[in-house]
């Protein structure tokens, strides 16, 4: 009898640059946890040849001869996976040599967790910078009303959670499937972020002038109108949403956007869709950032608005974290990584 298989890796790849994808499967192959297949998916590409190249038999190849998008080529995947745990990992990331049994480990322990998350550092050709906040499950849950916090290549999932909830990739998202996805996982199931480095997450110049960036822009906000039908909440206070995600450029309204604040928890008071305790603190937390951003504290400070939401434990844990700066060097990405934290 073969060898129950401990983690599935499940990529998607198109086109991608030859020694970007080399690096990433490299970087699972290589991995501390040996256990495990690699499911890649070439998606109608050129990126066949450089797969094959690996003389590895863990690797599992899926061809398509047209391209099919990624949430058909991931959903192939997770058809095809073997292992207790499906991890998930695009083809021009780099994970840290550790990564899988980290998840796994966590996993393992924890029983009541169907997803985990890792941090994650982002980085262009010449230089970096990091993202991440610690947050327990009911926060996750909480945040993902507003905005994603997750990176969906740091993410690992029991795949019996998959299975038993017939959860799967939404076709009608061509951009922003794994927002989308979270969001209905969180209804199933506890999603979890491992305070952690797992990733390396690269990021192109041209990724950020795409095209395509205003029909990715429509289907992210399609699922934050979905979040706030599920309230009862009218679609034109999205603007309070973006204005959260600090995607505004006009004067904020400090008064209307408490308000809006409210009409949340009110309202999720009564759905009960989102831990109470946690969703009043992401929000909390998220308005006190604006006003520190935006220089409004001290016009507010005798303003009974300030005091009603000066959520002072968790806003100076939220602080706290934002001044942990993690410096990291690769010295060289087939080998371990140096990481140094220094607290500014």
Same mark, same amino acid.
Request: hydrophobic share 40%.
């Given at each position: 009898?073969?060898?129950?298989?401990?983690?599935?890796?499940?990529?998607?790849?198109?086109?991608?640059?030859? *020694?970007?994808?080399?690096?990433?499967?490299?970087?699972?192959? $290589?991995?501390?946890?040996?256990?495990?297949? =690699? @499911?890649?998916?070439?998606?109608?590409?050129?990126?066949?040849?450089?797969?094959?190249?690996?003389?590895?038999? #863990?690797?599992?190849?899926?061809?398509?001869?047209?391209?099919?998008?990624?949430?058909?080529?991931?959903?192939?995947?997770?058809? !095809?996976?073997?292992?207790?745990?499906?991890? #998930?990992?695009?083809?021009?990331?780099?994970? !840290?040599? $550790?990564?899988?049994?980290?998840?796994? !480990?966590?996993?393992?322990?924890?029983?009541?967790?169907?997803?985990?998350?890792?941090?994650?550092?982002?980085?262009?050709?010449?230089?970096?910078?990091?993202?991440?906040?610690?947050?327990?499950?009911?926060?996750?849950?909480?945040?993902?009303?507003?905005? $994603?916090?997750?990176?969906?290549?740091?993410?690992?999932?029991?795949?019996?959670? =998959?299975?038993?909830?017939?959860?799967?990739?939404?076709?009608?998202?061509?951009?922003?499937?794994?927002?989308?996805?979270?969001?209905?996982?969180?209804?199933?199931?506890?999603?979890?972020?491992?305070?952690?480095?797992?990733?390396?997450?690269?990021?192109? #110049?041209?990724?950020?002038?795409?095209?395509?960036?205003?029909?990715?822009?429509?289907?992210?906000?399609?699922?934050?109108?979905?979040?706030?039908? *599920?309230?009862?909440? *009218?679609?034109?206070?999205? #603007?309070?949403?973006?204005?959260?995600?600090?995607?505004?450029?006009?004067?904020?309204?400090?008064?209307? =956007?408490?308000?809006? @604040?409210?009409?949340?928890?009110?309202?999720?008071?009564?759905?009960?869709?989102?831990?109470?305790?946690?969703?009043?603190?992401?929000?909390?937390?998220?308005?006190?950032?604006?006003?520190?951003?935006?220089?409004?504290?001290?016009?507010?400070?005798?303003?009974?608005?300030?005091? !009603?939401?000066?959520?002072?434990?968790?806003?100076?844990?939220?602080?706290?974290?934002?001044?942990?700066?993690?410096?990291?060097?690769?010295?060289?990405?087939?080998?371990?990584?140096?990481? $140094?934290?220094?607290?500014?």
């Amino acid at each position: 009898m073969s060898k129950s298989i401990d983690v599935s890796v499940i990529m998607s790849t198109y086109n991608t640059k030859e *020694e970007f994808l080399k690096m990433s499967i490299f970087s699972i192959l $290589n991995q501390t946890l040996k256990n495990l297949e =690699l @499911i890649i998916v070439n998606d109608g590409g050129n990126n066949l040849e450089v797969i094959k190249s690996f003389n590895d038999k #863990r690797i599992v190849i899926l061809n398509h001869e047209k391209t099919k998008g990624l949430p058909i080529s991931l959903n192939e995947a997770i058809d !095809k996976c073997k292992g207790k745990y499906i991890a #998930r990992m695009d083809s021009d990331d780099i994970s !840290k040599l $550790n990564r899988l049994e980290i998840q796994k !480990k966590y996993l393992d322990i924890h029983s009541n967790i169907d997803i985990c998350a890792m941090f994650y550092k982002k980085f262009y050709e010449e230089n970096d910078f990091i993202i991440n906040s610690l947050y327990n499950y009911n926060d996750i849950a909480s945040q993902l009303f507003f905005r $994603n916090v997750l990176a969906h290549p740091t993410i690992m999932f029991r795949r019996s959670f =998959l299975i038993e909830n017939n959860l799967r990739y939404s076709l009608e998202y061509e951009y922003s499937q794994d927002f989308e996805f979270w969001t209905r996982c969180i209804k199933k199931g506890n999603i979890s972020l491992i305070p952690k480095l797992g990733l390396y997450y690269r990021i192109h #110049r041209d990724q950020i002038r795409s095209s395509k960036k205003d029909k990715q822009k429509f289907l992210y906000e399609s699922v934050l109108l979905r979040n706030l039908k *599920e309230l009862e909440i *009218e679609e034109s206070n999205i #603007r309070f949403i973006n204005i959260l995600n600090e995607n505004n450029s006009s004067k904020i309204n400090f008064i209307q =956007l408490s308000n809006f @604040i409210d009409l949340i928890i009110k309202k999720n008071n009564i759905k009960k869709i989102y831990n109470s305790k946690s969703l009043k603190k992401v929000l909390y937390n998220a308005f006190f950032k604006l006003i520190i951003k935006n220089k409004e504290f001290n016009s507010l400070l005798n303003i009974k608005i300030a005091f !009603k939401f000066f959520y002072i434990a968790n806003f100076l844990n939220a602080f706290f974290y934002s001044m942990l700066k993690i410096k990291i060097k690769i010295s060289n990405v087939f080998d371990n990584t140096i990481v $140094n934290i220094s607290i500014f």
